[in-house]
């Protein structure tokens, strides 16, 4: 049972985020770069806010337990700043890099667009930040012991899946959509993904309130792919082409 259990949360937690890596970004050695030093610069952020989060723990009360919940709310709201202070330089970063590649190559254009590069690096945020916040769940998914033996909610295995695979997914529209806001210096763009990006964080504070904090967090994300598919050059008219093709292609065959 406490494989299935492993496996099944595993698959739903990163099931998504793996074809993505599979199908538009393994086969292209300069996106996967671009993944793997994204996921480095979510590094950077969770180290800091680890390390302030730490000094503040030690030198606080560790008795006053309302000090402590404060301090972790403190802590939480605090990373996600960080996160996207660090998504913007790493937004920089790319740009000035994809500046360098157009610059020597031969037709004056990069490999790479800056939708791309967004996509590419809104994924290696998500599945780094899904990998810390489900890794040390499935290890202890693997036993021993009853999930709600002592009247804890059964269903913290799948909904931490669940709030790791909308997560995931949410990095990856945030930073299409980020990218997007400073391509175009739509600073109102920027802020709207902070501010969905802070009450994400505080909605999974409600949590073992799953059904208070898992259908909004899904309804956001369903929302920033929305957002996200039409800030990425998407349409009506693409989607309506798109649905042509393929009933014709089944007809076809």
Same mark, same amino acid.
């Given at each position: 049972?406490?494989?299935? #259990? +492993? ?5 739903? &937690?990163?099931?998504?985020?793996? &074809?993505?890596?599979? +199908? ?7 996106? #996967? ?8 610069? !979510?590094? @950077? ?7 302030? $989060? ?7 009360? %560790? ?21 996207? #202070? ?34 590419? &690096?809104? @994924? ?7 990998? +810390?916040?489900?890794?040390?769940? *499935?290890?202890? %998914?693997?036993?021993?012991?009853? #999930? ?21 997914? @949410?990095?990856?529209? $945030?930073?299409?959509?980020? +990218? ?6 739509? !600073? $109102? ?16 504070? @409600? ?31 693409? *989607? ?14």
């Amino acid at each position: 049972m406490t494989l299935a #259990v +492993f496996f099944g949360c595993a698959f739903i &937690a990163f099931g998504p985020s793996f &074809a993505l890596f599979v +199908f538009t970004i393994a086969k292209d050695p300069l996106r #996967v770069i671009i993944l793997i030093a994204g996921a480095f610069f !979510w590094l @950077l952020s969770l180290l800091l806010s680890s390390l302030v $989060w730490f000094i503040a723990i030690k030198a606080s009360n %560790s008795q006053d337990h309302s000090l402590q919940r404060g301090l972790l709310i403190f802590g939480v709201f605090f990373s996600v700043l960080l996160q996207e #202070v660090f998504r913007f330089a790493y937004y920089r970063l790319l740009r000035k890099a994809n500046e360098g590649l157009a610059a020597i190559s031969d037709d004056d254009s990069s490999a790479i667009s800056v939708r791309q590069m967004a996509y590419v &690096a809104g @994924l290696g945020f998500g599945i780094m930040s899904g990998a +810390f916040s489900m890794i040390n769940i *499935l290890s202890d %998914s693997l036993g021993p012991g009853t #999930v709600g033996i002592f009247g804890d909610s059964q269903y913290y295995f799948i909904t931490a899946a669940l709030m790791t695979l909308a997560l995931t997914l @949410l990095h990856t529209f $945030w930073g299409v959509v980020f +990218f997007e806001g400073c391509e175009k210096s739509r !600073w $109102w763009v920027i802020a709207a993904v902070v501010g969905l990006h802070l009450l994400v964080a505080g909605l999974s504070l @409600l949590n073992p309130l799953y059904e208070g904090s898992l259908p909004p967090v899904y309804g956001i994300m369903l929302l920033m792919g929305v957002w996200a598919f039409f800030s990425s050059g998407g349409s009506l008219n693409s *989607l309506n082409a798109l649905c042509t093709r393929r009933k014709a292609e089944a007809e076809s065959s």
